[in-house]
């Protein structure tokens, strides 16, 4: 019996607040994919949202929500008709409100903590370096009041998280915090209202410990919310793209309403220096629209009727109406807010090995931070409560896995970001790290390194005929054809400045060209078969047509009145950048592969005007996809890049498919990456960012594990035997909060991110 085919599955995407730590991001997880109906669920500490694949059926979105507010987290579903924008201003706007307030707790907390360190080191204060034993422990008593509202106040956050991840039998951030402080400022307590219980002289209090590691955590977090604050400027510039008004028709009269209230088929106004509110075509005006933001391509686009317009998009100069075609979230630039947001929220291959980690990373650490004491209290030196107390504070507090979380989910953020602002869109994490992997680039010919659509190439008149008559005659014969080649001849002609004659009788000859009288003669375009079919000898511009042919051109007779009066040689052009676009791919060490359907004369005559260094021509669009398998399994791994129409199965086989062009249809399935362009620079743009987001990412990861795997001996006390040095907890709480600090601002350095010159 064949096995039940899967049960389909939507994306649904929510936002997550509460969350410190990788810890948080597993616990957040394994909270989601415990609810029935959600499939699978991606968590991320830097976007603070989650990614999820649910079953519509099987999922209720109460109980969803209801689960993650039992984890200790808040949740809010990210959906609706809009693209987001107020959502986002709003979470930004909440972003600054808690950076503001950890910087209040912070400046509070520094206020307690500097008389609570003086106060715990009295000798380092002349007036009271002599005072007697019983007034020194009134100092202790005062400098634990100082430390009660530090406690309560200022890191009260991280004891009441504590609390409710125990609740839910699990381990975080948070835990280690409280764990550590609060030990700390129990055992204070103990040694100052009951120092007969420890040997004589040894009963010293560390209040300011835990006033100066909970102040230090809050300020490294009041530093990360601002750093981060800077990470989603690339979404929220997407979005302001859309503006807020539009000038709509309604019953003969021109009105201005927010563009949430514009719909299909209305007839919408923009003037010059205007944003176009929705996506449409053009019904009355010309002008030039920047899609600049859209494609990454810096000159205007003309626009006339029946031109398409996407909103987001600048008007440039004349007035035009469009009827509107997309509204909401069925625009093109709220598609691809909602793919950068995903893929914002996805995870590279690297991040799930540091979520396996994280997942027992903390519980390891209270683990190591008992047997630690243990050992201090056992071999370590008198007073040894004191210094096992020390040394498990220090163990606890300096192993937050704060960095760890963040390492390479805000690197995938920005990069993800950056590409949309050069009009790359990058599906996922996984694409992102996987394209700089890539060795060789295979590039479809028609549409990726040609415009896809032909244009008349050059004229060959024979004697008696001017080029000007030859072409008057052929364009006015092909008038009323449809074909791409008839097309391009009048478009030839009309380029030239020439009057097109009218035709009757038009007549198409099925694969081989057309037929129809002009000014009184009989006109044929089209092969050599058809003219010989007419009678017409074709022979005296052989030699031309077999240039034309050799140079990849399609050459096409023209006969009018039983006579032979010429050949226009027609030629899908290469893009003006694709050769120096190949050129950059093969500076980046890529070998540069053509795959095309063409016969093997056009494909090679397009491969040395271009440079590629392979050529695979005739192949069917349903032997693509075995060619990029073969060429995978000989060079390693291979990027396809096609136009997504008839290159989906070659897309979907390679280990990166880039649709480029793809600004019409940003929702393409079979790719990894859609360049919004159409100019494969993006596919050389889109490798550079992929090393350079890659190696932040390996930046941060080798930072925090250094960090922790260094920091977490030498808090255990490990280099005590050789050099008498213990750490001071409170400079582990320093080094923890600034870990993250360290690793936000090194990711935030993709923003400066710039492809190499064209």
């Known amino acids: 019996m064949d096995p039940a085919p899967p049960s389909p599955t939507r994306p649904l995407q929510l936002a997550i607040s509460g969350m410190h730590c990788a810890a948080c991001v597993r616990a957040v997880e394994g909270t989601l994919e415990s609810v029935p109906g959600v499939v699978e669920a991606s968590v991320s500490l830097a976007t603070e949202g989650a990614v999820l694949k649910v079953s519509p059926g099987e999922l209720s979105t109460e109980a969803l929500l209801a689960a993650v507010v039992a984890a200790g987290y808040s949740a809010e579903v990210i959906d609706g008709n809009d693209d987001g924008g107020a959502r986002e201003a709003r979470r930004t706007e909440e972003r600054e409100l808690e950076a503001r307030d950890l910087f209040r707790r912070f400046w509070v907390g520094a206020f307690l903590s500097i008389p609570v360190l003086l106060l715990g080191h009295h000798e380092w204060v002349p007036l009271l370096r002599d ?59 103990v040694a100052v209202a009951a120092p007969g219980l420890f040997p004589e002289g040894t009963a010293h209090p560390f209040f300011e410990a835990a006033a100066v ?42 009105v201005e309403i927010p563009v949430e209230d514009v719909g299909v088929g209305d007839l919408v106004t ?74 914002q929220g996805s995870k590279p291959p690297i991040q799930r090995m540091v979520d396996r980690v994280s997942s027992v990373f903390v519980q390891g650490v209270l683990v190591l931070a008992a047997i630690v ?49 050069h009009g790359i869109l990058i599906r996922n994490g996984e694409a992102l790290q996987m394209a700089r992997q890539i060795r060789t680039v295979i590039l479809d010919k028609t549409g990726t390194i040609t415009r896809g659509e032909p244009a008349l190439a050059e004229v060959f008149p024979t004697a008696g005929t001017s080029e000007d008559d030859l072409l008057r005659m052929a364009a006015g014969a092909e008038w009323g054809s449809e074909h791409p080649l008839g097309e391009a001849i009048v478009k030839g002609a009309r380029d030239r400045g020439l009057s097109l004659p009218e035709a009757v009788q038009f007549l198409a000859h099925g694969g081989k060209g057309v037929s129809a009288e002009v000014e009184g003669s009989r006109v044929l375009v089209g092969t050599a078969a058809l003219l010989e079919s007419e009678g017409v000898d074709a022979s005296e511009l052989q030699d031309a047509w077999t240039r034309a042919a050799g140079e990849g051109k399609t050459p096409v007779f023209v006969a009018s009145g039983g006579r032979l009066i010429g050949l226009l040689a027609l030629a899908d052009r290469e893009k003006p950048d694709s050769a120096a676009a190949i050129q950059r791919l ?79 249809d940003v929702a393409m399935e079979t790719a990894d ?35 922790n795997t260094a920091a977490i001996p030498v808090a255990a006390g490990a280099l005590y035997p050789f050099f008498g040095v213990l750490l001071s907890p409170m400079i582990a709480g320093a080094a923890m909060a600034f870990s993250s600090v360290t690793v936000v601002t090194n990711a935030n350095r993709l923003r400066s991110f710039a492809p190499s010159p064209r």
């Open 673 to 707: 990456v859609t360049l919004m362009g159409g100019s494969l620079h993006g596919v050389a743009d889109a490798i550079e960012l992929s090393r350079a987001a890659v190696r932040n990412m390996k930046q941060n990861l080798v930072g925090a594990f250094f960090y």
């Open 270 to 343: 923009v003037r010059p220096g205007e944003r176009v509110p929705v996506d449409g075509e053009v019904e009355e005006g010309e002008s030039a629209v920047d899609e600049g933001m859209m494609t990454g391509e810096s000159i205007p686009v003309e626009k006339g009727p029946g031109s398409g317009v996407i909103g987001g998009t600048i008007n440039r100069s004349g007035t035009f109406r469009m009827r509107t075609t997309r509204v909401g979230r069925d625009t093109v630039l709220s598609q691809i807010v909602t793919l950068v947001r995903e893929a």
């Open 586 to 664: 093969k500076a980046l060490g890529m070998r540069v592969v053509m795959l095309t359907g063409d016969n093997a004369a056009t494909a090679e005559s397009m491969a040395r005007r271009v440079g590629v260094d392979e050529v695979l021509a005739g192949v069917l669009p349903a032997g693509k996809a075995e060619e990029v398998e073969r060429i995978r399994q000989r060079d390693g791994a291979v990027a396809m890049v096609g136009d997504g129409v008839n290159d989906a199965p070659a897309l979907a086989l390679a280990d990166v498919g880039i649709a480029i062009g793809g600004g019409t």
């Open 131 to 189: 005072l007697p034993h019983h007034q020194v422990r009134g100092l202790w008593a005062f400098s634990g009041l100082l430390t009660l509202p530090i406690l309560v106040w200022v890191g009260g956050r991280f004891f009441t998280g504590a609390w409710t991840a125990l609740r839910n039998r699990q381990f975080n951030m948070d835990t280690l915090v409280a764990m550590g402080t609060g030990s700390a400022f129990l055992y204070s307590v």
């Open 213 to 254: 590691i909970l102040t230090l955590v809050v300020l490294g977090q009041a530093l990360e919310a601002r750093a981060r604050g800077h990470t989603s400027e690339a979404l929220r510039a997407l979005m302001d793209l859309r503006p807020r008004t539009a000038r709509v028709e309604r019953d003969g009269v021109e």
């Open 373 to 421: 004491f243990a050992l201090w209290m056992w071999l370590g030196p008198e007073p040894s409560l004191n210094y096992a107390v020390v040394v498990a504070v220090s163990v606890l507090v300096i192993a937050c896995p704060c960095a760890l979380g963040l390492a390479t989910p805000i690197s995938v953020m920005i990069a993800v970001g950056k590409a949309a602002e």
